[in-house]
């Protein structure tokens, strides 16, 4: 009799388990029908919406609530590692980006130096173009590296910044260093010219100068970069969109301020925040490389210098930097 009982429970019991076996069995059917219900669904979504923008005008495909939380998190991140830009500085380049975005989304993004938020402006540009130059090849290397399909350029700056003051009095006695002209040809001092040709031959939206580095009389300064920057944007060639938008990072520093304020001009200032210039250039009649080897003064009003820029020691600038404005 204990033989069977047992049998009779072995019997008893064995349904019960075949049972819980099936619903299982049942129960992971149904996550996976779930999951591939829900998979081409997405799918679905997303070739309707990749047909869409094909087919019709859109705004930038970047959503709006995604950029401000980018631009939020880069901040923080800059701000706990005590360097780089604001929020409010973030915000300005990102919303001149988006304004003028137009049906593919995304504009032509010139960056002078990589930074902490480089990888933040080629997602707010997303899908246009961003490309980045630097004086550092083993930073170029490397960011290249981690991030493949980035476009980015590595430049030798020849002059320092206790170059500054002598460079700019160089300039105003060189047709070379005229306003309007294609600067793959140019022999001023302070033009670019050692980049790839499309660089000279691309409309460039929007313009932001953080680099190279400043901080010493030994240091490339943003001299050239600042130069350039402006005939680029006044060699536009005449289409849509005339205006250059060109950022001044750390403008509270004589190099900076002084280079701004007598290549992008004064009249030309939308804007500071913070550290942050905002300018907006227009091109000049003639542009696309060309224009009239007399003139070569950039603004109405432009800074005199009586005396040359002292060298930055220590990462700060003295007073007024050496430099006086009559």
Not at 31 to 37: G, N
Not at 147 to 171: C, H, K, M, T
Not at 190 to 201: E, H, R, T
Not at 230 to 258: C, I, M, P, Q, Y
Request: hydrophobic share 40%.
């Amino acid at each position: 009799m204990k033989s069977n009982t047992n049998t009779k429970v072995i019997v008893f019991h064995h349904p019960s388990i075949a049972s819980k076996s099936a619903a299982i069995h049942h129960h992971h059917r149904l996550w996976f029908i779930f999951f591939l219900s829900l998979f081409t669904l997405v799918f679905s979504f997303t070739l309707f919406t990749s047909s869409l923008h094909s087919s019709s005008v859109v705004s930038p495909s970047f959503p709006p609530p995604i950029s401000a939380a980018l631009l939020q998190y880069v901040s923080s991140a800059s701000a706990a590692a005590n360097s780089s830009m604001s929020l409010s500085e973030l915000s300005a380049v990102s919303t001149a980006i988006r304004s003028l975005s137009g049906v593919d989304g995304g504009v032509n993004l010139l960056v002078f130096g990589l930074t902490h938020e480089s990888l933040l402006w080629r997602s707010i540009n997303f899908p246009g173009r961003t490309v980045f130059v630097d004086d550092s090849s083993y930073a170029v290397s490397k960011f290249e590296q981690t991030n493949p399909g980035v476009e980015a350029y590595d430049i030798v700056f020849s002059s320092r910044v206790s170059q500054a003051g002598e460079l700019l009095r160089y300039y105003r006695t060189r047709h070379d260093c005229r306003p309007v002209q294609n600067l793959l040809f140019s022999d001023c001092e302070l033009a670019i010219n050692d980049l790839p040709n499309f660089f000279y031959d691309t409309d460039w939206d929007v313009i932001l100068v953080d680099g190279p580095s400043g901080f010493s009389g030994e240091s490339p300064g943003r001299m050239s970069a600042i130069f350039t920057s402006a005939v680029l944007a006044r060699s536009k060639r005449e289409g849509k969109n005339k205006k250059t938008d060109v950022f001044v990072h750390e403008f509270g520093r004589t190099v900076e301020r002084v280079y701004s304020e007598e290549f992008l001009c004064e009249e030309n200032l939308v804007e500071v925040v913070g550290e942050l210039a905002h300018f907006s250039v227009e091109a000049e009649a003639g542009g696309g490389g060309t224009g009239s080897p007399e003139i070569i003064r950039f603004c109405r009003n432009s800074t005199r210098l009586s005396e040359p820029f002292a060298p930055v020691i220590g990462g700060e600038d003295d007073e007024d930097g050496g430099v006086n404005a009559d």
